[in-house]
């Protein structure tokens, strides 16, 4: 008669023969090592099963001499690396760019309407506030010039013609009615000469211009380095028009856009390296600032970093930029191959230090917090003990009664810096827990 244990091994060979038929591993030598093992075990547990053994305790010791056959097979097929401590965490990559604040950059122009007679700079060129961009031309200002030196001229005349009228009219050679409209002529003339005057110093002000002449030079409002010349010379070019890029190295900043769900990540340790296109060598950056607020449409939120020291940002140079931080205690570095999806969580296979050689890695759910080059940055989740490895080593379940293990599943749930995780084998040994745990569930296991 079959026994349940007869029945286990039966049934657990056959589910391990179907995951490695089913998979790319059936062309390894592992896996045709497998299946002679669990063929070799539903042989001999069948023939055993239809009268063919040597007793019950015969069976039995079959039975168990078989799994601790394939157990060991698993084990010797194994490979682990140490786990070690994370230093930094990567949290993502983003595209990044060189770009002026506000208060580093100048897109300047002449302040009235006029031509480019003459540019005094070129690209690349350093300026410092209030040295001179260009020479310009204003009709405006002509205009206004031939305005007030006009209304000079009629005010000169007019007030001649009142002193020989007030001579007259003392000698009786005139009537005082023409005294009065004079009088009235040389007032209305002063007005607008006045009004000529104070207009034409407001655009002399407003252009940068130094003297009543229409062709003055035009300024750098800031100190840095001329980025683009955008009016050609000889052209006409209106009030504010942006015919010069001026930015100021010194203050340029590398900006990234933080998607919403990583800006709880982004703190004032959070760190930057910026890759240009085209360098050799990245920048590695710190935080400036953040905008206040989300843009609407992209649902991102711009951030500015800048570096340390030197080297500056070269300003419209694009490339990548990683976000990392410093990691903290607890967390993990371990290799990317080593984590893998079980029983609805990500897992790592650990063999603590003081282990037994002998014994099968258990599965720790972790939480995965970033990269760090090839490798997965991680901490443990702390969540309930993974089940028990169902093989001839589990121990029977508890009474009832019997209290549970507090400190036992801590251990269990948890790993530290100098354990091992499993690298090589690692669909093996999932395999290998899944089909014991299938057993276990119908009953007929351990």
């Given at each position: 008669?079959?026994?349940?244990?007869q029945?286990?091994a039966?049934?657990r060979g056959a589910?391990l023969?179907?995951?490695l038929?089913r998979?790319?591993l059936a062309?390894?030598?592992?896996?045709r090592?497998?299946?002679?093992?669990?063929?070799l075990?539903?042989t001999?547990?069948?023939l055993?099963?239809?009268?063919?053994?040597h007793?019950?305790?015969d069976?039995?010791a079959a039975?168990?001499?078989?799994?601790?056959l394939?157990?060991a097979?698993?084990?010797?097929?194994?490979?682990?690396e140490?786990?070690?401590?994370?230093?930094r965490?990567?949290?993502a990559v983003?595209?990044a760019?060189?770009?002026?604040?506000?208060?580093g950059?100048?897109l300047?122009g002449?302040a009235?309407?006029g031509?480019i007679?003459?540019?005094?700079?070129r690209p690349?060129?350093?300026?410092?506030?209030?040295?001179?961009?260009a020479?310009v031309?204003s009709?405006?200002v002509?205009a206004?010039?031939a305005r007030v030196s006009?209304t000079?001229?009629?005010?000169q005349?007019q007030?001649?013609l009142l002193?020989?009228?007030?001579e007259?009219?003392?000698?009786?050679?005139?009537?005082r009615a023409?005294?009065?409209a004079?009088?009235?002529?040389?007032a209305?003339?002063?007005a607008?000469?006045?009004?000529?005057a104070r207009?034409?110093?407001?655009?002399r002000t407003l252009?940068g211009a130094?003297?009543?002449?229409?062709?003055?030079?035009?300024?750098s409002?800031?100190?840095?380095?001329?980025a683009?010349?955008?009016?050609s010379q000889?052209?006409?070019?209106?009030?504010g028009?942006?015919?010069?890029?001026?930015v100021?190295?010194?203050?340029a900043a590398?900006r990234?856009?933080?998607?919403?769900?990583?800006q709880a990540?982004?703190?004032?340790?959070?760190r930057l390296?910026?890759?240009p296109?085209g360098?050799?060598?990245p920048i590695?950056?710190?935080?400036?600032r953040?905008?206040?607020?989300l843009d609407p449409a992209s649902?991102?939120?711009?951030?500015?970093f800048?570096p340390d020291a030197?080297?500056a940002?070269?300003?419209?140079?694009?490339?990548t930029?990683?976000?990392h931080?410093?990691?903290?205690?607890?967390?993990?570095?371990?290799?990317e191959l080593?984590?893998v999806?079980?029983?609805?969580?990500?897992v790592?296979?650990?063999?603590?230090?003081?282990d037994?050689p002998d014994?099968?890695p258990?599965p720790?759910?972790?939480v995965?917090l970033g990269?760090?080059?090839?490798?997965?940055?991680?901490?443990?989740a702390?969540?309930?003990?993974?089940p028990p490895?169902?093989h001839?080593?589990?121990?029977a379940?508890?009474?009832?009664h019997?209290e549970?293990?507090t400190h036992?599943?801590?251990e269990?749930?948890?790993?530290a810096?100098?354990?091992?995780?499993?690298?090589?084998?690692?669909?093996?040994l999932?395999?290998w827990?899944l089909?014991?745990?299938?057993?276990?569930?119908d009953?007929?296991g351990h």
């Amino acid at each position: 008669m079959t026994t349940p244990r007869q029945t286990g091994a039966t049934r657990r060979g056959a589910a391990l023969i179907t995951v490695l038929a089913r998979t790319a591993l059936a062309r390894t030598a592992l896996a045709r090592t497998m299946l002679v093992i669990t063929t070799l075990a539903l042989t001999v547990t069948t023939l055993t099963a239809c009268g063919h053994g040597h007793g019950h305790g015969d069976d039995e010791a079959a039975a168990e001499e078989l799994e601790r056959l394939s157990e060991a097979t698993v084990l010797r097929r194994l490979g682990f690396e140490p786990i070690t401590p994370a230093s930094r965490v990567g949290l993502a990559v983003l595209l990044a760019q060189g770009v002026a604040p506000p208060e580093g950059e100048a897109l300047t122009g002449p302040a009235v309407d006029g031509r480019i007679v003459e540019w005094l700079v070129r690209p690349g060129d350093a300026v410092a506030a209030g040295q001179p961009l260009a020479l310009v031309t204003s009709d405006r200002v002509s205009a206004l010039a031939a305005r007030v030196s006009g209304t000079r001229r009629d005010l000169q005349a007019q007030r001649a013609l009142l002193e020989r009228a007030r001579e007259e009219v003392t000698a009786g050679y005139r009537p005082r009615a023409d005294l009065e409209a004079l009088e009235s002529t040389v007032a209305r003339l002063e007005a607008e000469s006045h009004a000529a005057a104070r207009e034409q110093r407001a655009v002399r002000t407003l252009a940068g211009a130094s003297t009543d002449t229409s062709t003055w030079a035009w300024t750098s409002p800031i100190s840095g380095v001329v980025a683009r010349l955008g009016c050609s010379q000889g052209a006409s070019v209106q009030a504010g028009e942006p015919c010069a890029h001026v930015v100021d190295p010194a203050l340029a900043a590398v900006r990234v856009a933080v998607p919403q769900q990583l800006q709880a990540l982004v703190t004032a340790d959070t760190r930057l390296t910026y890759h240009p296109e085209g360098a050799a060598t990245p920048i590695d950056l710190r935080l400036l600032r953040c905008a206040p607020v989300l843009d609407p449409a992209s649902r991102t939120r711009s951030c500015d970093f800048v570096p340390d020291a030197t080297p500056a940002i070269l300003i419209g140079s694009s490339g990548t930029g990683r976000l990392h931080r410093a990691a903290t205690s607890g967390e993990l570095r371990v290799p990317e191959l080593a984590l893998v999806s079980f029983e609805g969580q990500r897992v790592v296979f650990v063999r603590r230090q003081g282990d037994p050689p002998d014994a099968l890695p258990e599965p720790v759910p972790v939480v995965e917090l970033g990269r760090a080059g090839s490798d997965v940055i991680v901490r443990p989740a702390n969540s309930t003990r993974p089940p028990p490895i169902p093989h001839t080593t589990t121990p029977a379940p508890a009474p009832a009664h019997q209290e549970h293990d507090t400190h036992e599943d801590t251990e269990s749930s948890t790993f530290a810096a100098g354990d091992q995780v499993l690298v090589r084998g690692v669909f093996l040994l999932k395999s290998w827990y899944l089909i014991g745990m299938g057993e276990d569930g119908d009953g007929h296991g351990h």
